[in-house]
């Protein structure tokens, strides 16, 4: 089963996991999610995570003592590999085909920094141990207060690939950025349903037809404008 160890300093940001098909997941046994506070691992009486970056500079740096605490009283299993997320601005573009990777993973560990982030050396220590595999990641070109959100992300695209979560299985197979070309992911193509006209706008009458040949090659080039005009509005 695949187990998801979230660590933050606020775990009341994971609640919607309780909703919906990761809800659900849960609730059948198919994942097994724990929270963890970051701040249970702090060992002052007013349980700091932070402290000022050396070399001076604005904003705190998250301590790398708690980190370690957490990770290690998480990854009390010697014969099992860890991949332990740590999410970041600074990390690897996150994409459809990490999804499918992390799906694979038994155990994922997933570092919430706040603030400035994480003193590098946690990543950089877990790096060296031979049942880690370590990931900085981020969710896009933008910064986000803390990971928690990123988290919450890469959790929903893994947790539907894996088998028994989504009912039909089928439906993940065409999806957008599940096919890729040269030039990289392709969109599906639109979809329509009932009524045929709604606000003066018709659905496409080749989807009415029935014949099932023409409506496979309307969505591949429906797809496939789709496609070319995203990637159009979207280059550098
Ligand atoms: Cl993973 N963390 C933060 N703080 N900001 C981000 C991000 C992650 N991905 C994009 N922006």
């Known amino acids: 089963m695949n187990k998801f160890d979230l660590i933050s300093i606020f775990p ?43 070399g001076g500079g604005a904003g705190m740096v998250m301590l790398p003592e708690p980190w370690g605490a957490a990770i290690d009283a998480i990854a009390s299993n010697v014969d099992q590999i860890y991949d332990l997320i740590v999410l ?9 085909s990490m999804a499918e990777e992390l799906a694979l993973c038994d155990n994922l560990i997933f570092a919430c920094g706040r603030y400035e982030g994480i003193d590098i050396r946690v990543t950089d220590f877990y790096r060296t141990q031979k049942n880690f595999r ?31 979560v989504i009912g039909n299985p089928a439906s993940l197979e065409e999806e957008s950025h599940s096919l890729r070309d040269e030039n990289g992911s392709l969109v599906e193509y ?16 080749v989807l009415l037809s029935g014949n099932h040949g023409e409506i496979a090659r309307w969505r591949a080039e429906a797809a496939s404008a789709r496609t070319a005009e995203l990637r159009n509005r979207t280059r550098e």
């Open 190 to 205: 639109p979809s329509y349903t009932k009524p045929a006209n709604w606000r003066g706008l018709e659905v496409p009458p």
């Open 134 to 164: 370590v990931r900085e990641i981020s969710i896009g070109d933008y910064v986000l207060n803390g990971g928690e959100v990123a988290t919450l992300v890469i959790m929903e695209a893994i947790i539907r690939l894996i088998p028994g």
């Open 88 to 96: 970041t601005p600074a990390g690897e573009k996150f994409s459809q």
């Open 12 to 54: 009341e940001y994971f609640e919607p996991l309780e909703l919906s098909l990761i809800g659900k997941a849960k609730k059948s046994g198919l994942v097994d999610i724990s929270v963890h506070n970051l701040r249970d691992q702090a060992d002052d009486n007013h349980h700091t995570v932070d402290d000022t970056p050396y």
